[in-house]
């Protein structure tokens, strides 16, 4: 069975402060995917990155940046100069490895970025 | 940009009366889910759509539940008999097919289901 723990259930964090967002899976398929999206206040769920399992090559996309390590099963994602329009709720999901493959989605984490 | 569409917004609904609940997926795309989001919690698989038929439930999915894609482009989630705990975002998504790298899921912006 696939599983994505985020023990994080809320981080708050002054504006201009970096922050890690913490996921660990569990999976038996060799071949597999992991996200995160962002769920803003109003309500939709908004893609932020995707990584294959045979590619862990960390990846920076502006303030974003995203560690992957298969040795600890996680994949965590940091905020550079966190800012008030980060304040979200954040999942990470994962997939198989098939083409339609299901996401499992972790519990949330909650970000409130203070001004 | 193609977008997953999804109508209504927000339904209000009686406990006991049908609601039908709609997306109109990316056109291109060959897999289609439908997830449910209780307020405050995790996002949870309801069911996966293949080549117009079922292709995997979770348990949240039992015999209250359909899903049908009526028209080729319409994919719909039928709830026959509402309950209070039905009261939840229900979110819509797509993937692309074969002979494509596997990409994310395009979720819709959701539809929030009140059962009063």
């Known amino acids: 069975a696939q599983k994505v723990t985020q023990a994080q259930t809320e981080i708050s964090v002054v504006e201009k402060e970096d922050v890690t967002l913490d996921c660990v899976y569990e999976t038996r398929d060799t071949t597999y995917y992991l996200f995160w999206y962002k769920q803003p206040p109003s309500g939709e769920l908004v893609f932020l990155i995707r990584?294959?399992?045979?590619?862990?090559q960390n990846e920076i996309s502006g303030r974003y940046s995203w560690n992957f390590q298969k040795s600890t099963s996680s994949f965590n994602f940091t905020i550079t100069a966190s800012q008030v329009v980060d304040s979200a709720v954040y999942f990470c999901a994962l997939s198989g490895g098939g083409y339609g493959n299901k996401l499992v989605f972790g519990a949330g984490t909650i970000l409130r970025v203070k001004s | 940009e193609p977008e997953v569409t999804q109508t209504p917004s927000h339904q209000v609904t009686q406990m006991g009366q049908e609601v039908i609940l709609r997306c109109v997926p990316i056109s291109n795309h060959l897999y289609f889910y439908w997830y449910r989001q209780i307020l405050g919690q995790k996002v949870e698989f309801l069911v996966s759509f293949y080549n117009n038929e079922i292709s995997e439930k979770s348990e949240i999915f039992d015999d209250q539940f359909s899903v049908e894609r009526p028209d080729g482009s319409n994919f719909t989630l039928k709830i026959r008999s509402t309950k209070l705990e039905d009261s939840a975002m229900y979110f819509c998504a797509s993937r692309p097919g074969q002979g494509i790298t596997n990409t994310e899921a395009f979720f819709g912006q959701g539809t929030r289901l009140t059962v009063v």
């Open positions: 990584r294959n399992s045979f590619d862990e």
